[in-house]
Structure formats: C-alpha cells, structure tokens
DNA sequence: CCTCCAGTCTAGAACGTGCTAGTAGTACGA
DNA sequence: TCGTACTACTAGCACGTTCTAGACTGGAGG
C-alpha cells in the first residue's frame, strides 16, 4: 500500500533471493558475459518480483563515464521542441541518453547548466538561444558545448548551424526568378542567425541589381512580429510584392494578418518564410519556405559533442549545414 | 586545456584547499549552522577557484529524499510547454526541482518513466497524455502519479483537470447568447478530456432546446483537423453559423482554412476554441476561447504530488479547476 | 597424478556526498 | 576547581552501484 518508506529494492536485494553475489547481478543487467544463461533468467524474474530497478544515481557515481548529454533549450519554442525529438534516436544510436535542460524565466542558462553538470553530463547542447561570447566561452570551459543554431564562433566551442545566408539566398533568387522586384525582410532582430538571413538578403537583393528595393521591417522571431509588420507594410508606397520573412512563425503570423485584411497570398503579395517547421507543412498555411535540416542538424550535433569525447578533438569545429527552398501555396508570380 | 580526463573537482579538494574537514565544506555548501563566518567565505573562494560543483548523483545516492518531481510531456505539444514552463516556479517555492521526461516517437510512456524513476523522482507528473487505466495503475504503483488533463479516475493516483464540460457549456452558452443555434462541435477524437468536452456540447445544445442541431466533426487536436473541418462544413445544408472547436489548435487551423477560402470570420462563421494557448492571443487570430488555468493547474499538481509525499496522503484525490470563457473576436451574433 | 583452462561466480574497494556522534576549545557561573 | 553550554569543527559509516582481482568448479590434456 504505502510503499513510500518502504525502501526501494536494490541489487542486493535481487542477489539475495537469488542466491547469488550482487556483483553478478550487476554483470546481467549490464548484460556483460560471466553469467549463465539460467542465472540470467533467474535474476531478471526475482528482479521482476521485486520491482527493481537500477538506481542512477548510484551507476552515475560510481561509473567514469555518465554517457549523458545535456539539451539547453526553450519549451515553448516549437522549432527547438522539433530538434529536441530529432536528438534522442541519434543519441541512442551512439549509446548515449538525453538530459533535458529548460530555459524558462525562472532559469537562465548558467543556473540550467549547473543543473545538467550537476547530473554529470559529459557535455551541452544549447539549442537556438542567442548568448554572449563571454557566457559561451565560460560554459565551454566547463564541459564541451555545442552551440545549435547561432551563428558564433569561439576557439572553445563548436557550432552546428544552417548556411543561412545561403538561405536566404535562395528566399530571393525564389522570388526574383518569380518575377518580384519589390521584395521586402523582415528582420529577426537579434534572434539567432538573424544577422546572416538579413545579409543574405541584402546581398542577393544586389546582385540582382534590386539594391534600391532594399527595405527591412524590423522584427523578431514570433508571431506577433509578423502581424505587426503587416501594417508596416501598408505603409509603403508602393507596396512591395513579395516578402521574405525572418522565420516560419514570422510568416505565419503575416499570413494570418494579410488574410485577414483582405489581401490574397499569392495573389497580392508572396511570402517565403524560414526554418521549415511543422506549421508550414500545414495544409491551409501550405508556406513556401527555406528548410534547415533538422535530422541533420540533430545528428551533426552529438557527433559534434561525441567527437570531442570519444575522439579527443579539441580544436574547434563548425559544421554549417546546407538549406533547402520547399515551394508551396504562398509564392507565385506578381499581379502584372 | 584538456580537462576532461582530470577528474572534477570534489569536496574533499575544497576541503583540503581550505584546511578544513569534507565534512565541514558539506555543512557550508547546505547553508548548515556550525561554520565561522570566515570558514564559509574561504570555502566558497576555494569552491570558485577549483571550479567545484556538488554532485548531484552523490547527493541523490545519499540522501532519503531527493526533492526531485518528474514531468512527462509531448515536447511538440504547445499547451504542455506552458504547463512545463508554469510547472517550475511553483516547484521551487517548494523546494523541489523538476525533471523533464520528453515523449516522443522513440520513448513511450513506460521507458520515459523508466528513466525518471532511474533519476530518483519521487513523484511523477503526466502531462496531457491519454493512456489506459491499467498503465496508470502500474506507473502509480511505483511512484506517486499526477494526470494532468485527462479526465480519468483511479483508486491508485490523482488528476488534475479543467472542468472541460462546464467549459464547453460556458462556449455554447456564449454562441447561443449571441443568437447562433446551428452549432457544429468539431470532435477531439480520443484526445484528453475530448469525451469531456463532447459531452458538455452536447447537453448545452439539449438545454438549449437545440438538440435537433447536435453535430460533431470528427477531429483531433490537431491545426491539420480544423482545416479539414472547414471542408466538411461546406457540404452541410444549411450552413452551420458557428463552430465550437476541440481546442485552439483546430480553431486555429480552421480560422486559417475558411479565410483562405473567402468566409469571414466572425461575419460568416463565429468560431470558439478551448486551451486559452499562446495562439489564441495573437493579435491576428484573436481566437474567442474558453481558458484553461495553467498557473492553477501547474500549482494544484505539484500540490497534490507533495501531498503524498509530505503529508501521507493515500486515497486519491481528484482537482476540477474552473475554466473561464475569454471573448475576443471571432465570435459575433450570426448574420440575420 | 598434476596442470591448465574456460566458465561462473564472489569479496571488497571505490565513487562523492550526508549525517550521526563525537571532540576540542572557549566562556561562564558557582 | 569543576561542570555546563556553546561554537567550530572532524571521523567514519552509509547510500547502491561498478570494477578489479581473484576463487572455485569440472573437464581436457599431459
């Protein structure tokens, strides 16, 4: 009934109806040869009889080795939950287990790291959060950290990011090649990568010869920006014929707001927006976008981490990973 | 430079650093009585200077209690990342952590918890998941166990849910306030508290003398299912003048859906949602929406957690939070 | 007969912390 | 002088596991 006080059962407990050494206990749950086939069997049932389970605690302590990884992320960012699912098959696949570290307004990243060191992970993923160089540069020197998404340098700590100029890119030439000449950003204020998105958007906007139809609508990462920026555009005269947005909830958030103004996406202004997530797929937004490789980035991060820890690199490593254009319902040629 | 190999730093470094027992530097780090003024300080200095962090794994391993509460969720799941991000701070006012359990394609419920268990939690919160009654009597025979969201009973564990069929009646009350009687309900399917909210639909139709207008889409929680709804309702003559959506997710899909195809919002179709999400109070989709209480849901399940835990609390308890209607603009009375 | 070996199994020391029971040292009052 | 009370500190076991070093079988080979 009130097994709370009750303590809980522990390998020694197993060995004992068993009749055996807790140490061979040990050796069949770690499923390390030593044990016959029948005391395996034997030590499985009793261990199932008494609801044992192996205390991690313990294992953590007394191994060297935790072969935990730590995930710095912001829950209620649906971009870094789609990273977050990405990383666990690919952690299994190498052995190793996620530790889950959240980043609300309660707790920033020192006081989250602390908690994943403190679980003994052997190394941090910090996805998608802009930080200072500084604050990066002090988590590296406490365990190997990779930084997701950001575009940031250090001589201490490797990066995992999209090409997002590249990106961007292809966003313009997309919608150049439409047709659209008056084509407007806009921005991602300081949220990671922004900078190379806005860059690239300038520097494609100039090759094609479009340096005047240059215009940034400051903004962010969030719905609300997109939605806001919708009256921005109002605001121009002329109006622009297409927009590139900072990100997918950005567009999404234009979508909405243009929709229900009354003006037609496509017809009236194209949208191309940027990360590739969930929402973009959905029919009725059905977003031309730019798609970061998740996967990709999921797997190019713990390899990333895992390199440093089982491969004594030590020098640091960026790995940019290549965007593709996914065109759907919000692009078309402009209203002649 | 490589510190990886070099072994953390532990108390008895601090220790020895200091001059002092481990023992002591054990008492400093607890905020224990019974070391100077001085003895503190110069231990702490110390503690910075190596780089020392106390060991979670130890500390877990040695102590009866180890003050941690597991919360199993769907990371991709907006409304449960606000729980999460409600769950902390009132965890911590009581002294305890949190420690997530992510769900996702690779980690069922039973391997999630497996892990949380692992992790010493000493209870467990499951977030917004509809599972068998016979596996939430087996996961709350191992440890305290706190449904949040779905409408479930058992002798063996807690719930902590909205009033979802008191919600649903306050949206219908409101719709029929504004003079709407063809009400359609787009369905939660077996979604958590889905049942619920069917139910509340349906009885508040009957009490309103509409019972001959009852219709319900089948859906989920879904934005792809309110987009898929929105065709649905075309093929109905008449023509519904409003709909109560399963939750903001699939009001949100279907407000989206119908002003892509022309029909206003709330001129031609009034649209209700449940969740009050993040969504819901984007100034561009500005959903009407019966809210769920988050704050009070994150602090009646950590309650109910710590009162098995602290106050030998058996029997199972069931909390039914008040759900309260905000209007915003998709709902108006019907064009006459 | 002894030796060797593979297959099973065990004793006991870690791992880093918390906690109980205790020890010095000092100050105070009688 | 002693006992008492208090502050500041310490010794050493316990927590549940992993791991090293070795012990004990029975059978094969000399």
Chains 1, 2 share one sequence.
Request: charged share 25%; hydrophobic share 40%.
């Amino acid at each position: 009934m009130d097994d709370r006080d009750a303590r809980r059962p522990t390998m020694a407990d197993v060995a004992e109806r068993v009749g055996v050494s807790r140490a061979l206990v040990s050796l069949v749950f770690r499923g390390k040869e030593g044990a016959s086939q029948q005391t395996r069997e034997r030590v499985f049932e009793a261990a199932r009889e008494l609801g044992y389970r192996p205390d991690t605690a313990a294992q953590l302590l007394r191994s060297r080795r935790s072969r935990h990884l730590g995930a710095l992320y912001v829950p209620t960012e649906p971009f870094h939950a789609d990273v977050i699912d990405a990383l666990y098959p690919v952690a299994e696949k190498s052995g190793y287990d996620v530790v889950l570290g959240a980043l609300t307004q309660t707790r920033d990243v020192t006081k989250a790291t602390e908690e994943l060191l403190g679980f003994r992970c052997e190394a941090v993923l910090l996805i998608g959060v802009e930080t200072t160089h500084a604050q990066l540069t002090s988590l590296a020197s406490q365990a190997p950290l990779v930084v997701v998404g950001p575009h940031q340098h250090g001589p201490r700590f490797d990066t995992v990011r999209s090409d997002d100029v590249r990106g961007a890119r292809q966003a313009v030439d997309h919608l150049v090649g439409l047709g659209h000449r008056r084509i407007v950003h806009i921005d991602g204020g300081h949220g990671p990568a922004a900078a190379d998105r806005r860059r690239g958007y300038r520097n494609a906007m100039r090759k094609h010869g479009l340096a005047e139809h240059v215009h940034m609508i400051p903004g962010d990462y969030t719905e609300e920006c997109g939605a806001l920026a919708a009256q921005e555009l109002f605001r121009m005269d002329p109006l622009p014929t297409a927009v590139f947005a900072a990100n997918d909830r950005c567009a999404v958030g234009l979508l909405h707001a243009l929709r229900r103004m009354g003006v037609t996406v496509p017809g009236d202004i194209s949208i191309v927006g940027f990360d590739g997530s969930r929402a973009a797929q959905l029919p009725h937004i059905d977003l031309t976008t730019v798609r970061q490789d998740i996967p990709g980035t999921a797997e190019a991060a713990i390899d990333t981490a895992l390199e440093r820890l089982d491969e004594e690199r030590t020098e640091a490593k960026q790995v940019v990973l290549r965007t593709q254009l996914i065109v759907r319902s919000t692009t078309a040629p402009p209203a002649s």
